[in-house]
């Protein structure tokens, strides 16, 4: 995936704001990427053009060589906010892009038990078993947001594009919820964009951490993050996994001035 | 006593303690101010006549009952057609809804002769104003739910390449059911009203019509039997509802009391 000299101007409430500026990144297949940066810098843009929510004005953005148009089928999404649809159980959102996504569209009637088993392994693989059938609003926050990545990874996406998905959660939550991203990311190997404002969060799960400038947003620095895998939360204790995040900060620290 | 019973006791006791007090209060003042008969008959005169009267009334209530579910059917059907299109369309909302407003304030009383000129005295005038009456809110409540889906859950379904239809379909249409149902039941007493109100001055049947002929001949207390039959209908027609609206978009209540 390629994003080329990438700008983009938009009008918000008679303002006209330069979000992006010539901003250019290109991401292996597979390769798990953090996004970093100052509030307001545009994170959330790249994403939205990523996801084909947004067209940029100027430049393009490729995927597997091919310009994006509109919105992608295989891309999952899951933001700060878990958004589940209050009148469906766990289990029937996560069943949602299965109803919209060809050609599962086509199958879903014929095939729901099927499609029902797949999603009920996914949610045993995120611990959620034996709260499959409840309404969200009897899950906590973190199930919430349990189920929010479970309903953006059942199409098997390619791409996965995550918007600050653990910032809303306490402490402990989300670090755990940070070793299911991981088994579920070593499993899958798709493309993923974590956009994040915790740094800790983008040297345990990334293998490249990007920082970005302030508005207009380009890019600034990146760092690899070469640890080995699995990485446990015990490790971020250790020097390296310190050092990184360290530099990491220095980078952060040299843009917000 | 358990926790069922309990919230039963609680849900029944007080409205029934309610009504009858209210009824008490009647009685009781119309007998020490000694109110005459002719400008206030007691509740138990009421009662009595409508005892008296029952052969008469029954028809007559039927009939104001069929022309006001008649009048509410037609009133849901349009009222959710319409509702559907301008919440969804901000274009359309622009262009219909002043013009929606001018006609919910034309006084709807005032409507009854042009309909008596123009389909005669019977049972068409009273379902057109039983319809007219609680067809605007009903339009309103769909439209708020249509138009108020958040925008995070649109570009959920959007990054899934949903058509704008499937956006009405999975989000905006389950989204407006709290609110159509809520709407039904202030418009089914809403559109009793109509039905009585046309009923008075154009129709020989009904109980609106049973009213005016028990005025023209002083039988007060017949007249206030029907106003009681009314009042009956309509809290039994709002019971139905409240508890359809229970059944079908419970999630909304977050499933307690």
Not at chain 2, 165 to 177: T, Y
Not at chain 2, 225 to 240: D, H, I, Q, T
Request: glycine share 8%; charged share 15%; hydrophobic share 50%.
């Amino acid at each position: 995936m390629e994003l080329q000299n990438v700008s983009l101007n938009y009008f918000s409430g008679g303002k006209y704001v330069h979000a992006l500026d010539d901003l250019s990144l290109s991401i292996r297949q597979g390769e798990f990427v953090a996004i970093a940066g100052p509030s307001g810098c545009g994170k959330t843009t790249i994403l939205k053009l990523v996801a084909g929510l947004l067209p940029p004005t100027k430049g393009q953005v490729l995927i597997d060589g091919r310009p994006v148009k509109g919105p992608q089928k295989n891309v999952g999404m899951a933001f700060q906010n878990p958004i589940l649809l209050p009148w469906r159980s766990a289990l029937e959102n996560v069943l949602l892009p299965l109803e919209i996504v060809q050609p599962h569209r086509q199958q879903f009637r014929d095939n729901r038990r099927a499609y029902e088993e797949q999603a009920l392994r996914l949610l045993r693989t995120v611990g959620l078993e034996g709260f499959t059938d409840r309404p969200p609003y009897e899950l906590s926050g973190g199930m919430q947001q349990r189920v929010s990545l479970c309903r953006a990874l059942i199409h098997q996406p390619e791409i996965l594009v995550l918007d600050e998905p653990f910032a809303a959660l306490d402490a402990f939550t989300r670090e755990e919820l940070w070793g299911v991203l991981q088994a579920l990311w070593m499993d899958r190997r798709c493309t993923v964009i974590l956009v994040t404002h915790d740094l800790r969060e983008a040297a345990f799960l990334a293998s490249r951490v990007c920082v970005m400038s302030k508005r207009p947003g380009r890019l600034v620095h990146e760092t690899l993050i070469d640890l080995p895998r699995p990485r446990s939360l015990e490790n971020t204790f250790e020097p390296a996994f310190v050092n990184l995040v360290h530099r990491i900060y220095g980078h952060i620290g040299e843009v917000r001035v | 006593m358990s926790e069922e019973m309990r919230r039963r006791l609680q849900n029944t006791v007080p409205p029934t303690a309610t009504i009858l007090l209210f009824f008490i209060l009647w009685e009781v003042g119309c007998t020490v101010l000694r109110v005459d008969e002719f400008v206030l008959p007691r509740p138990t005169v009421a009662l009595a006549a409508y005892f008296r009267w029952q052969s008469a009334i029954w028809p007559n209530a039927l009939q104001t009952l069929f022309t006001t579910l008649v009048g509410f059917g037609i009133a849901i059907v349009m009222g959710v057609a319409l509702g559907a299109l301008i919440g969804y369309s901000a274009l359309l909302y622009q262009a219909l809804y002043p013009l929606l407003i001018g006609f919910n304030s034309v006084p709807k009383a005032a409507l009854v002769p042009v309909f008596v000129i123009w389909f005669g005295i019977g049972t068409v005038p009273a379902i057109l104003i039983a319809f007219l009456i609680s067809f605007f809110p009903i339009a309103v409540n769909v439209a708020t739910g249509v138009a108020t889906v958040e925008p995070e859950m649109r570009d959920v379904l959007r990054s899934l390449g949903a058509s704008r239809f499937d956006l009405f379909r999975k989000i905006g249409f389950p989204r407006a059911m709290p609110y159509f149902f809520a709407s039904l039941k202030v418009a089914v007493t809403l559109s009793f009203v109509g039905s009585v109100i046309a009923e008075l001055g154009a129709s020989n049947r009904g109980i609106g019509n049973m009213m005016v002929i028990a005025s023209s001949r002083f039988e007060v207390p017949l007249v206030f039997a029907g106003l009681l039959v009314v009042a009956a209908m309509g809290v039994a027609l709002y019971a139905v509802f409240a508890l359809l609206e229970r059944r079908m978009v419970g999630w909304a209540y977050r499933g307690g009391d």
